[in-house]
């Protein structure tokens, strides 16, 4: 018998070593760190994207203040995706129109791409990009609130309301709200600074408490501590219209859950060359039953107008049930303050 010849056994040796590996890779175990994907399965979210909750309809962030101006961004959403991005204010006049033109486009397109606020700033747009993405990561901030209330009532939620300017200085409050209740309320801004230290270590705790206690911002304003006050439960206010609907009890975010709720909610103040414009709007059942203003240009020639014009964008809106309504004949500054604000108020209802 002859015996295999050497180059022979070398190659056998080396088709039964592959095989082995072969065999070894084939029975991976499925606890490696790229198996969850290679099953389809989605890998956890990162700080900073979109939530996947089934978001619907469009997210309004907070304006960013800039050196150049304020930024606001709005996210339109669908199944828990950012489907569009656009800028509802940003910087202009002279050379930032075109920073603007140039930048907001470019932030745009990498927020869909990226489907959360991490993205690149442009280059030669480094306060139109902090901003942009300020105000972004506020508006996926409320979305992520939105999508946890639709999760479930009994979910906590953290909501921030707008900043109220006051003779002193900014108010802000944020509350966390869990099963529909206020469960802690805390002001994340207020006056500081010489005696408006006292005045707020003083009243912010007291204003803190009577928050949850009453469930609302039906609270009495701290004796002493007037402005601050008044800050304090117009922030909060706001913060509340921010409660999805579904998501909070009658105390915190109107009144029921169902489909018949009645929910307040309360848009951002729109400045005018005029003067501040801000709308309020009752909705129940889906559809708007009131609409106020609650701020509007006043003093001189003014007040002719906001008493002229107003009450006619108050039955358009309702009539329209939405914020395409026809500018009023001769009011045109406060009637686009009020569509922006009328809009920035239907977009905290989700449509």
């Known amino acids: 018998m002859r015996k295999s010849h050497p180059v022979r056994r070398a190659v056998l040796a080396g088709a039964a070593t592959v095989s082995g590996i072969v065999l070894l890779l084939s029975l991976k175990p499925a606890s490696d760190p790229g198996s969850a994907q290679a099953a389809g399965q989605a890998p956890p979210a ?14 309004t962030g907070d304006a960013a203040q800039t050196q150049y101006g304020a930024v606001q ?15 509802v204010q940003a ?32 280059s030669g747009a480094t306060y139109t990009s902090a901003g942009y993405k300020k105000s972004l990561q506020s508006a996926l901030d409320k979305a992520k609130a939105s999508a946890g209330a639709q999760q479930g009532s009994g979910g906590a939620q953290t909501l921030t309301g707008d900043v109220a ?20 309320a805390e002001a994340v801004q207020a006056p500081k600074g010489g005696r408006s230290d006292q005045i707020t270590s003083s009243s912010v705790p007291r204003l803190n408490q009577a928050a949850v206690a009453a469930g609302n911002a039906q609270i009495d304003a701290v004796s002493g501590a007037t402005y601050t006050s008044a800050g304090y439960k117009k922030s909060l206010q ?6 999805p609907a579904g998501g909070g009890s009658s105390q915190a975010a109107g009144s ?18 005029y003067g501040p414009v801000q ?10 039953t009131k609409a106020e203003a609650v701020q509007a240009p006043k003093g001189g020639r003014s007040d002719q107008i906001t ?11 309702v009539a329209a049930g939405n914020a395409q309504i026809d500018a009023v004949s001769g009011a045109t500054y406060t009637s686009a303050g009020y569509k922006q604000s009328l809009q920035s108020a239907l977009d905290q209802a989700g449509g």
């Open 238 to 243: 706001s913060a509340l219209d921010k409660a």
């Open 73 to 87: 961004v709005r996210l339109t959403m669908s199944n828990g995706k950012i489907t569009k991005a656009e800028a």
């Open 165 to 184: 300017q006051t003779q002193y200085g900014p108010v802000q409050v944020r509350v966390t709200v869990a099963g529909g209740k206020i469960t802690k």
């Open 91 to 122: 910087p202009k006049g002279g050379r930032s129109d075109q920073i603007t033109s140039s930048s907001v486009p470019r932030l745009n397109q990498a927020v869909v791409a990226a489907q959360g606020a991490d993205i690149d700033a442009v």
């Open 279 to 288: 709308v309020r709007v009752t909705v129940t059942g889906g559809k708007i």
């Open 307 to 317: 008493s002229s014009s107003v009450p006619r964008l108050n039955q358009a809106a």
């Open 46 to 59: 990162a700080a900073g994207q979109a939530p996947q909750g089934g978001v619907n309809g469009a997210v």
């Open 256 to 273: 029921g859950g169902g489909q018949g709720a009645t929910r307040t909610l309360t848009g951002k103040a729109a400045q005018t060359q």
